[in-house]
């Protein structure tokens, strides 16, 4: 049997470059803890970690406008809350107020607090978010209510609040609008209080307007309250969105750690055989190169 000089080397010689590329690229897995270094090293995976790539950045999205609307979902709850307490004070208020035995230096006094209680309200309904807009505004307007000269207090408002994207096709509304919270039926809180501060302010008989301003404040409390239990119902729903991400992420993060990330262990191991074969054939080729033509006959 004949044996080429080319053939003694080239076999040998290409065995060895292959597994000092296989010994290489195990290690730079190894150090990276990536196993695909190049999209044709698994075309199909890799096409995978690229669709599981952009819905992670899809869903990174709709997580920030999630955490966004809870939190001016928060602010919401929080300002009627504030709003409900004022409220409160002003049908005890007014309850006061309605006892025949007061004086009216009495009534004007209350009056005067109820006068206080309508600014604290006005400047609770012009609260602005955290993004700098009113909170109670609806769809656009620099401020949700305005004062006029006589000192009528009107929503400036116009719209509903524009929803938050926080899925495909999906929004939710962060707020809720001013003549919404704060009105009931056709009146609202402002006028309510400031008719009453009125007619404690002139003295004498008080009976109707104080009946009237019982009725105006306890409908403007329960819109508050239908407010308050609207924005924390699209809360609980946030929560639940926000536990689905959550979770979808988790599990396509499972899937690309098994797709992309290198199992330490047997990326050592293969190491190690590839090694192992390496040096069994750089030793059996250099003992065959050592061969002189008379070892050969």
Same mark, same amino acid.
């Given at each position: 049997? &004949?044996?080429?000089?080319?053939?003694?080397?080239?076999?040998?010689?290409?065995?060895?470059?292959?597994?000092?590329?296989?010994?290489?690229?195990?290690?730079?897995?190894?150090?990276? *803890?990536?196993?695909?270094?190049?999209? !044709?090293?698994?075309?199909?995976?890799?096409?995978?970690?690229?669709?599981?790539? &952009?819905? !992670?950045?899809?869903?990174?999205?709709?997580?920030?406008?999630? =955490?966004?609307?809870?939190?001016?979902?928060?602010?919401?709850?929080?300002?009627?809350?504030?709003?409900?307490?004022?409220?409160?004070?002003?049908?005890?208020?007014?309850?006061?107020?309605?006892?025949?035995?007061?004086? $009216?230096?009495?009534?004007?006094?209350?009056?005067?607090?109820?006068?206080?209680?309508?600014?604290?309200?006005? *400047?609770?309904?012009?609260?602005?978010?955290?993004?700098?807009?009113?909170?109670?505004?609806?769809?656009?307007? $620099?401020?949700?209510?305005?004062?006029?000269?006589? +000192?009528?207090? $009107?929503?400036?408002?116009?719209?509903?609040?524009?929803?938050?994207?926080?899925? @495909?096709?999906? =929004?939710?509304? *962060?707020?809720? %609008? =001013?003549?919404?919270?704060?009105?009931?039926? +056709? #009146?609202?809180?402002?006028?309510?209080? /400031?008719?009453?501060? %009125? /007619?404690?302010?002139?003295? +004498?008989?008080?009976?109707? /307007?104080?009946?009237?301003?019982?009725?105006?404040?306890?409908?403007?409390?329960?819109?508050? %309250?239908?407010?308050?239990?609207?924005?924390?119902?699209?809360?609980? &729903?946030?929560?639940?969105?926000?536990?689905?991400?959550?979770?979808? +992420?988790?599990? &396509?993060?499972?899937?690309?750690?098994?797709? @992309?990330?290198?199992?330490?262990?047997?990326?050592?191991?293969?190491?190690?055989?590839?090694?192992?074969?390496?040096?069994?054939?750089?030793?059996?080729?250099?003992?065959? #190169?050592?061969?002189?033509?008379?070892?050969?006959?």
């Amino acid at each position: 049997m &004949r044996v080429a000089t080319s053939q003694l080397y080239n076999r040998p010689a290409s065995l060895m470059t292959r597994l000092t590329a296989d010994a290489d690229r195990t290690q730079i897995q190894i150090a990276t *803890g990536k196993k695909l270094l190049a999209p !044709s090293d698994d075309p199909g995976a890799y096409l995978r970690l690229q669709g599981i790539s &952009r819905q !992670s950045a899809n869903d990174g999205a709709w997580a920030a406008n999630i =955490g966004m609307a809870q939190g001016l979902l928060a602010q919401t709850d929080t300002t009627l809350e504030s709003v409900e307490a004022q409220l409160t004070r002003a049908l005890e208020l007014a309850t006061q107020a309605a006892n025949g035995t007061l004086s $009216d230096t009495n009534r004007a006094a209350i009056g005067k607090e109820l006068e206080s209680i309508r600014d604290t309200l006005f *400047g609770l309904a012009n609260t602005m978010d955290v993004r700098g807009q009113p909170l109670f505004g609806g769809a656009s307007g $620099d401020v949700a209510y305005v004062k006029a000269a006589d +000192g009528s207090i $009107d929503f400036a408002g116009s719209g509903e609040p524009s929803a938050i994207p926080i899925g @495909e096709g999906t =929004g939710v509304q *962060g707020t809720v %609008t =001013g003549d919404r919270a704060f009105a009931s039926g +056709g #009146s609202d809180m402002f006028a309510v209080l /400031a008719d009453f501060a %009125t /007619a404690l302010n002139a003295g +004498g008989d008080v009976k109707a /307007a104080a009946d009237s301003a019982l009725t105006g404040i306890k409908g403007s409390l329960e819109s508050v %309250t239908l407010a308050r239990a609207s924005a924390g119902a699209r809360s609980a &729903r946030l929560e639940l969105d926000a536990d689905r991400l959550t979770a979808a +992420g988790e599990a &396509r993060e499972d899937v690309r750690s098994a797709l @992309e990330d290198t199992d330490v262990t047997v990326a050592v191991t293969e190491l190690q055989k590839t090694l192992t074969i390496l040096q069994a054939t750089q030793a059996s080729f250099s003992k065959l #190169s050592s061969l002189s033509l008379f070892d050969y006959l």
